[in-house]
C-alpha cells in the first residue's frame, strides 16, 4: 500500500465530508451553538430597525428653548414632534420622534419650570435605520460556525431559529485485549487511554458522541460486529483505535472487506501515525481507523477526522494557522512531520515525550507543527500549525 501524501490525505477526507455533508435542519437559537450555518445569514429588518437614541436626554426641534411636550421610553413608538420649540424627554434605547433635529444630552441640559435649553452636539447622537446593516445584506456565509455571537447576531436581527447542518454523530470503538479500563497498567496490559480521550476531543470537532464501545475482542467477528451495532444505532462517523496494522490480531481491514467498505485514505505518508485510514461505507458513512499507538491515534484524528467532520458540517476547511519556530524541528525524510509544540512569547517549541506510545508530551502541547517532507524545520521558519482543537483558556 503507498501511502497517500498527508496534505492530498486531508484534501480528500474534507472532500469525501463535503460531499455527504449533512442536510440542514431549521434549528432554534438556543440550541444552535456549536452548529453551522447552512445558509447565509440575512438580516430581517435595518439594524436598527428605527432611529434610536444613543442617550438619555431631549429629543428637540427647533431653536431653544424647548417646551417639554412629553416623553418616549425605550419600547414605546414615538409620536412626531409636531412644532419647532418643543422637545420630549428621551431614553437610551427609544425611538426618535419624527421632526427631532437633535438630541441633547441630559448632563449638558437645564430645565427651567417646563422649558429646556443648551447647546446639543454637532455630531447626532441616535443611530438610523440601516447604520449596522441593511435588510437584505448577507452578515455571514454559509459555513459559518454558529458561536455564541453569532446566535446573538441572528436574534438582534430577527431570527428565532437558523438553518443549521446537525453535529455529525460519531461512536467510538476500542479494540485490543491488552487493554485495561481501570486501575494501574502491568503484566502486559495496559490502560486504554484512547476510549477516555477521544470523545473530547471529537466534541471538540463538532461530532456528538453517542456511542462507546469496547475493549472489543481481537477477532474478526466481534469487530464486525461492534462496527456494524455502532452503524446501526445511527452513527455518521464511527472511530476505531488499534487493529490498523496487519499483525496476528490486527482485523480491521478484513473487518472493513467484510462491511463493504471502501477506502477514501489507505495509510498516509506521515509520522507518527501512518497506518490511519478513512472508509466510505454503504449509505454515507464513514469509518476512520486510528491506530492504537495513543499519540498516532490524535494524529489520524487531527489528519483524517478534524477535515472530515470540517466537512460534514459544512464548514470552510478544517482549523489550521502559522506558527514560527523558536527552536528547530527534524524532519522524517519523504515523510510529513506532525510534530507537537507549545507556544510560548508567539514561537512554537518542540515538547519531549513524543514517542508514538506517549501522551505526556501530547498533554501539553498547543498542536501539532507540520514539517513538509524531504525538509527541516529550521529555527526561525514558518510552519503550518494543526491546533489541537481547545478553547482558549485550555490551550497551554
Ligand atoms: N511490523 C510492523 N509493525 C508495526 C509497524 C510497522 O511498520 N511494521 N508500525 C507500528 C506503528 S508505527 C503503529 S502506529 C502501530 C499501529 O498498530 P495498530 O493500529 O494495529 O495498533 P495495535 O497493534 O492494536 O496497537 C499498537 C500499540 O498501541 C497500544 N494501544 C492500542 N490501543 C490502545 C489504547 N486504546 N490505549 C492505549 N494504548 C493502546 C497497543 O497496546 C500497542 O502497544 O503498529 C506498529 N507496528
Ligand atoms: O506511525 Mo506509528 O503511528 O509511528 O506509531
Given at each position: 500500500?503507498?501511502?497517500?501524501?498527508?496534505?492530498?490525505?486531508?484534501?480528500?477526507?474534507?472532500?469525501?465530508?463535503?460531499?455527504?455533508?449533512?442536510?440542514?435542519?431549521?434549528?432554534?437559537?438556543?440550541?444552535?451553538?456549536?452548529?453551522?450555518?447552512?445558509?447565509?445569514?440575512?438580516?430581517?429588518?435595518?439594524?436598527?430597525?428605527?432611529?434610536?437614541?444613543?442617550?438619555?436626554?431631549?429629543?428637540?426641534?427647533?431653536?431653544?428653548?424647548?417646551?417639554?411636550?412629553?416623553?418616549?421610553?425605550?419600547?414605546?413608538?414615538?409620536?412626531?414632534?409636531?412644532?419647532?420649540?418643543?422637545?420630549?424627554?428621551?431614553?437610551?434605547?427609544?425611538?426618535?420622534?419624527?421632526?427631532?433635529?437633535?438630541?441633547?444630552?441630559?448632563?449638558?441640559?437645564?430645565?427651567?419650570?417646563?422649558?429646556?435649553?443648551?447647546?446639543?452636539?454637532?455630531?447626532?447622537?441616535?443611530?438610523?435605520?440601516?447604520?449596522?446593516?441593511?435588510?437584505?445584506?448577507?452578515?455571514?456565509?454559509?459555513?459559518?460556525?454558529?458561536?455564541?455571537?453569532?446566535?446573538?447576531?441572528?436574534?438582534?436581527?430577527?431570527?428565532?431559529?437558523?438553518?443549521?447542518?446537525?453535529?455529525?454523530?460519531?461512536?467510538?470503538?476500542?479494540?485490543g485485549d491488552e487493554l485495561l479500563t481501570s486501575g494501574p497498567p502491568g503484566a502486559g496490559r495496559v490502560r486504554d487511554s484512547?476510549g477516555p480521550?477521544?470523545?473530547?476531543?471529537?466534541?471538540?470537532?463538532?461530532?456528538?458522541?453517542?456511542?462507546?464501545?469496547?475493549p472489543?475482542?481481537?477477532?474478526?467477528?466481534?469487530?464486525?460486529?461492534?462496527?456494524?451495532?455502532?452503524?446501526?444505532?445511527?452513527?455518521?462517523?464511527?472511530?476505531?483505535?488499534?487493529?490498523?496494522?496487519?499483525?496476528?490480531?490486527?482485523?480491521?481491514?478484513?473487518?472493513?472487506?467484510?462491511?463493504?467498505?471502501?477506502?477514501?485514505?489507505?495509510?498516509?505518508?506521515?509520522?507518527?501515525?501512518?497506518?490511519?485510514?478513512?472508509?466510505?461505507?454503504?449509505?454515507?458513512?464513514?469509518?476512520?481507523?486510528?491506530?492504537?499507538?495513543?499519540?498516532?491515534?490524535?494524529?489520524?484524528?487531527?489528519?483524517?477526522?478534524?477535515?472530515?467532520?470540517?466537512?460534514?458540517?459544512?464548514?470552510?476547511?478544517?482549523?489550521?494557522?502559522?506558527?514560527?519556530?523558536?527552536?528547530?524541528?527534524?524532519?522524517?525524510?519523504?515523510?510529513?512531520?506532525?510534530?507537537?509544540?507549545?507556544?510560548?512569547?508567539?514561537?512554537?517549541?518542540?515538547?519531549?515525550?513524543?514517542?508514538?506510545?506517549?501522551?505526556?508530551?501530547?498533554?501539553?502541547?498547543?498542536?501539532?507543527?507540520?514539517?513538509?517532507?524531504?525538509?527541516?524545520?529550521?529555527?526561525?521558519?514558518?510552519?503550518?500549525?494543526?491546533?489541537?482543537?481547545?478553547?482558549?483558556?485550555?490551550?497551554?
Amino acid at each position: 500500500m503507498t501511502p497517500v501524501p498527508w496534505d492530498e490525505a486531508r484534501a480528500a477526507a474534507y472532500r469525501a465530508g463535503a460531499d455527504a455533508a449533512r442536510a440542514a435542519v431549521e434549528t432554534p437559537l438556543a440550541e444552535a451553538d456549536g452548529l453551522t450555518l447552512a445558509a447565509p445569514l440575512v438580516t430581517l429588518t435595518d439594524l436598527p430597525a428605527f432611529p434610536t437614541s444613543s442617550v438619555d436626554g431631549w429629543a428637540v426641534r427647533g431653536p431653544a428653548p424647548w417646551r417639554v411636550v412629553g416623553r418616549v421610553l425605550a419600547g414605546d413608538q414615538a409620536a412626531p414632534l409636531a412644532d419647532d420649540g418643543t422637545c420630549v424627554e428621551i431614553a437610551t434605547g427609544a425611538m426618535v420622534p419624527g421632526g427631532t433635529e437633535h438630541v441633547l444630552r441630559v448632563e449638558e441640559s437645564t430645565l427651567d419650570g417646563e422649558l429646556v435649553t443648551g447647546e446639543p452636539r454637532p455630531n447626532p447622537e441616535w443611530r438610523v435605520p440601516g447604520d449596522e446593516a441593511s435588510r437584505g445584506e448577507e452578515l455571514l456565509p454559509a459555513g459559518t460556525p454558529v458561536t455564541p455571537g453569532v446566535i446573538g447576531l441572528a436574534a438582534s436581527c430577527g431570527y428565532d431559529a437558523v438553518p443549521a447542518r446537525p453535529a455529525p454523530r460519531a461512536a467510538l470503538i476500542v479494540f485490543g485485549d491488552e487493554l485495561l479500563t481501570s486501575g494501574p497498567p502491568g503484566a502486559g496490559r495496559v490502560r486504554d487511554s484512547l476510549g477516555p480521550q477521544l470523545p473530547g476531543w471529537l466534541r471538540r470537532l463538532g461530532a456528538t458522541v453517542d456511542t462507546m464501545v469496547g475493549p472489543v475482542k481481537d477477532t474478526l467477528d466481534a469487530h464486525v460486529e461492534a462496527i456494524r451495532t455502532a452503524f446501526e444505532s445511527g452513527a455518521d462517523l464511527v472511530c476505531t483505535t488499534g487493529g490498523t496494522m496487519h499483525g496476528p490480531v490486527d482485523h480491521l481491514h478484513p473487518a472493513l472487506a467484510e462491511l463493504g467498505a471502501s477506502y477514501v485514505v489507505n495509510t498516509v505518508a506521515v509520522r507518527p501515525g501512518f497506518p490511519m485510514l478513512l472508509a466510505a461505507l454503504p449509505g454515507g458513512k464513514f469509518l476512520a481507523g486510528l491506530p492504537g499507538n495513543p499519540q498516532s491515534a490524535v494524529v489520524a484524528l487531527m489528519s483524517l477526522v478534524a477535515p472530515l467532520l470540517a466537512g460534514l458540517q459544512g464548514r470552510a476547511s478544517a482549523a489550521t494557522r502559522t506558527v514560527t519556530l523558536g527552536a528547530p524541528i527534524p524532519g522524517r525524510g519523504s515523510y510529513t512531520h506532525l510534530a507537537l509544540v507549545r507556544l510560548e512569547d508567539g514561537l512554537a517549541y518542540p515538547v519531549g515525550h513524543v514517542a508514538s506510545s506517549m501522551l505526556r508530551g501530547l498533554s501539553r502541547s498547543a498542536g501539532f507543527a507540520v514539517v513538509a517532507p524531504g525538509t527541516n524545520g529550521d529555527k526561525g521558519a514558518t510552519l503550518p500549525l494543526v491546533p489541537l482543537p481547545m478553547m482558549d483558556g485550555e490551550r497551554p
